[in-house]
């Protein structure tokens, strides 16, 4: 189905209305949301898959995502839900994560699922440990044993004595570059 020109007609009509809405969404999801949209029309009439077309309206379908997103959205500002902390931007567990990806580009010859995931895993983990363990208002959470936050960023800043530079866009791309990839668009 998305190999069809009228597939792709229908995912960019809509993001032309998205557009018109104020709402950026990645063209994956709107992709994702049209094939079953079409998919659903087709069986519960029992029509052919190309038939459901005449279905499809690309302002209805905008309306319904735009709805949804700003739903989301009010739901969770109230609750601080989906606004992960960001760490001070000298904080050195994050400079850790950013200097390991060219090592990480290196070590897998490139495989870029592989180093999202590297990255993902330790910012998950910083994230936890700074949420456990850097907040006051958790304390009682974390139980006896405990993790002390601060002295891991001691060793971390102890191991890594130049945490400033992993800041710079410009020495990350170049570290990026001497492992020997280079990220462009296509």
């Known amino acids: 189905m998305r190999n069809t020109k009228a597939f792709k007609e229908a995912v960019a009509q809509t993001l032309a209305e998205l557009a018109r809405r104020g709402v950026t969404l990645a063209p994956a999801t709107v992709e994702d949301t049209i094939e079953k949209q079409i ?33 989301y959205e009010e739901s969770s500002s109230g609750k601080g839900v989906g606004q992960g902390p960001m760490p001070p931007l000298d904080n050195p567990e994050l400079a850790l994560v950013l200097a390991g990806v060219p090592d990480s580009l290196a070590q897998t010859g490139g495989d870029l699922y592989a180093v999202v995931i590297n ?14 363990d850097g907040c006051t208002g958790c304390d009682g959470s974390r ?44």
């Open 143 to 186: 139980g006896p044993a405990g993790h002390d936050w601060e002295a891991r960023m001691r060793a971390i800043t102890e191991l890594q004595p130049s945490i400033t530079k992993w800041f710079d866009r410009d020495v990350w791309t170049r570290a990026v570059n001497d492992a020997g990839y280079a990220v462009t668009r296509r």
């Open 39 to 71: 998919t659903t029309v087709s069986e519960r009439l029992g029509i052919q898959v190309r038939s459901s077309w005449r279905y499809f309206d690309a302002s209805v379908t905008a309306d319904r995502l735009a709805h949804s997103v700003a739903s």
């Open 119 to 132: 990255v993902a895993v330790n910012a998950w983990m910083a994230g936890h440990i700074q949420g456990e």
